[in-house]
């Protein structure tokens, strides 16, 4: 029988060090001669390294400890840092961004191939005929001036990349067709970002190496282009959003572009890192694919008139790669830790090769996903995922209704998943209801979805996450007067903006989160330094609306207790808004606590420091709500006006 105990105070096995450092991440798996390549992060080893799969089932790391896989274009967003070409490995280490070769073979030193000139790297693809890297590359030797181009590394003399293409702000997806003679990239310049509008370009290589006859094939302004791929007919499949939906179309070799399916659903996510791959070609007329709709996702082969779902017990998808007619893919379950699955297209059988059994906890305590719709501001409907308080040695006091958690993703051009997180288990075992809101804003709900964000940027956001909460106490499923709000980067931005411009949530958590937009405009990185006026101001991007929007210059009107987290290495969004805000809280007498990590950036990669993080948010959420709980992790400026009138105790 299950004991009866205050939510918010129940025993779990999901402890902070487990949450903090025992999840690994799997990223960018890869087929090469019959072996599985993927990369892990490991926050226990503050790393991400590069492991294989051999075919007769042996799993090893491919380079030594002190190597990173890691690139630094577009500063912590990166992008695929690898590729693989006749059992070698050329990757990006994190150190120096320096481009090296390994044998895949163990035991053998990696080289460098490049100098240490300023150069980053993203996305390399092998040049077979002219023994050479293609990639994106993005040049920090001046102090003023970031520049990014695609360039060659040759493989034989180990000098200074060769610049191909160069003019445009970014680029993206350096592709070489099967014969090594024609080359294609994506392409977008300020103020778009790659979601609002990029361009297809594609070249021939003269016999020197060099590119010459480009031209545009499609996207543009108001028209995402993201991913091509060269198909062995000579066809360069890519996805475009023209229809208000990311679909697939193939430019054939008689110069049309021509639709493969059209679907209302989204085949890819926004393209926030370099090299992504949402799809394969699994034989000259299909692809597979992962298909995002409305929340649901299902990989499925698409072709011609032909659309065929994998019927599997997987809620997400990550990367796909394709070779020799096999398929990898990183497959995400609701309550396991996320796998490493090959897939068979013609059979639409899968078979999973590998699982991190470290963080495959007690399913009896794993709370799954539920696709939640609730009405919001201007007859709109928003979503989210909803997760519920479970454990199986517990139960609430008798009328007691749980705590609920907001959480608001980062981006803001990005998704909730539902895939298993021990940073949710760490709270819905004990006792917190969760909520993971796709806002107006979201991808994977069509391009009119996250378009309405824009111009808009604090206020639909902030109306969704209160929307979706008082859907929830309104209904009777959480109590009211115990509601957070959280959320990292743009997330953090709207828990603030919440906390300014209303007086729903009772407490907010925000992890890196923009405070002063005029100053985000000033200070950020380059990919998204025209970013912040679009989403507040619109297209036209007239900047009178940024102070107004911003939380910092309303820090008069936030009376619930804040608890701030910030990377000091920070560049996307740099401490100072952070340490701002927290002085004005600390001046107007708000319950705060400000926790910095010197040696993270935006994303928080070290166990240490994850760890520390989660045990802070939970004494932070326990002191407000006077929910009984030791140690106390975190010390709250003015703390003397917690708990907040009106909560239970126990």
């Known amino acids: 029988m299950r004991e009866r105990a205050p939510c918010g105070t129940w025993e779990s096995p999901v402890s902070a060090e487990i949450a903090g450092g025992g999840q690994v991440g799997l990223l960018f798996p890869r087929l090469h001669r019959g072996d599985f390549y993927w990369l892990e992060a490991r926050p226990l080893e503050g790393r991400t390294a590069l492991v294989r799969l051999s075919s007769d089932g042996i799993r090893d790391d491919v380079l030594p400890r002190w190597f990173n896989v890691r690139s630094r274009v577009h500063e912590d967003y990166g992008g695929c840092p690898y590729t693989l070409k006749d059992g070698f490995v050329y990757f990006v280490n994190d150190s120096d961004q320096r481009m090296y070769e390994a044998s895949c073979a163990a035991g053998e030193d990696p080289q460098p191939l490049t100098p240490e000139i300023g150069l980053r790297y993203a996305d390399p693809v092998y040049d077979a005929p002219r023994r050479r890297l293609l990639c994106v590359a993005e040049d920090h030797s001046s102090d003023s001036l970031v520049v990014n181009s695609i360039v060659a590394v040759s493989l034989i003399e180990h000098g200074t990349p060769l610049t191909l293409v160069s003019g445009g702000d970014f680029y993206a997806s350096v592709r070489l067709d099967v014969d090594g003679q024609r080359l294609c990239w994506v392409t977008w310049s300020h103020p778009n ?60 070799r008689a110069g049309d572009v021509e639709p493969v399916y059209s679907i209302e659903a989204d085949c890819c996510r926004p393209p926030w890192q370099l090299g992504t791959q949402s799809y394969g070609l699994v034989d000259v007329g299909a692809a597979l694919c992962v298909v995002r709709r409305q929340g649901i996702v299902e990989l499925a082969v698409i072709g011609p008139a032909r659309y065929e779902p994998l019927s599997a017990p997987y809620v997400d998808y990550g990367d796909v790669d394709t070779a020799d007619g096999k398929a990898v893919v990183v497959a995400a379950e609701a309550t396991r830790p996320p796998s490493i699955v090959e897939v068979d297209a013609s059979s639409l059988s899968h078979i999973p090769r590998f699982r991190d059994q470290s963080a495959d906890l007690d399913q009896r305590y794993m709370s799954s996903a539920e696709m939640t719709a609730f009405p919001t501001t201007g007859d709109a409907t928003a979503y989210a995922y909803l997760y519920r308080p479970r454990n199986p040695m517990f139960t609430s006091l008798e009328g007691e209704k749980p705590p609920l958690l907001v959480r608001v993703h980062g981006g803001p051009t990005s998704a909730a998943s539902p895939a298993y997180s021990l940073a949710v288990q760490f709270w819905t075992s004990r006792g917190f209801a969760l909520l993971d809101v796709n806002y107006r804003g979201s991808t994977g709900h069509g391009r009119p ?13 902030v109306e969704d996450c209160a929307s979706g909460a008082r859907y929830l106490a309104d209904s009777g499923q959480v109590d009211r007067d115990r509601l957070v709000i959280m959320g990292a980067s743009a997330g953090g931005f709207t828990t ?38 679009r989403l507040t101001c619109g297209a036209d991007g007239t900047a009178d609306l940024l102070r107004s929007r911003s939380p910092l210059h309303a820090a008069d009107q936030i009376r619930a207790p804040v608890l701030l987290v910030q990377g000091g290495m920070d560049l996307v969004v740099p401490p100072e808004q952070t340490e701002l805000i927290h002085a004005e809280l600390v001046r107007r007498h708000v319950p705060t606590a400000l926790l910095m990590f010197p040696t993270e950036g935006h994303a928080f990669l070290q166990a240490q420091n994850l760890t520390r993080i989660l045990e802070a948010e939970l004494s932070f959420v326990c002191q407000v709500f006077g929910i009984p709980h030791s140690p106390l992790a975190v010390d709250i400026t003015d703390s003397d006006q917690l708990p907040l009138a009106g909560t239970r105790q126990g």
């Open 193 to 252: 970002m790659p979601w609002n509008g990029a361009e297809l370009w594609i070249a021939d290589l003269a016999e020197d190496g060099s590119v010459t006859g480009g031209k545009q094939i499609a996207g543009g302004d108001g028209e995402s282009v993201v991913q091509p791929e060269w198909a062995q007919d000579g066809a360069l499949w890519f996805l475009s959003d023209r229809s208000g939906w990311w679909n697939l179309y193939r430019y054939t």
């Open 449 to 461: 979805y996250w378009e309405a964000l824009y111009g808009c940027w604090g206020i639909v956001d």
């Open 496 to 533: 603030l903006a919440s906390l300014a411009f209303g007086d729903l949530f009772h407490a907010g958590i925000s992890r890196c989160g923009v405070a002063d937009l005029e100053l985000m405009e000033l200070r950020t990185h380059k990919f998204e330094s025209r970013y912040t006026s």
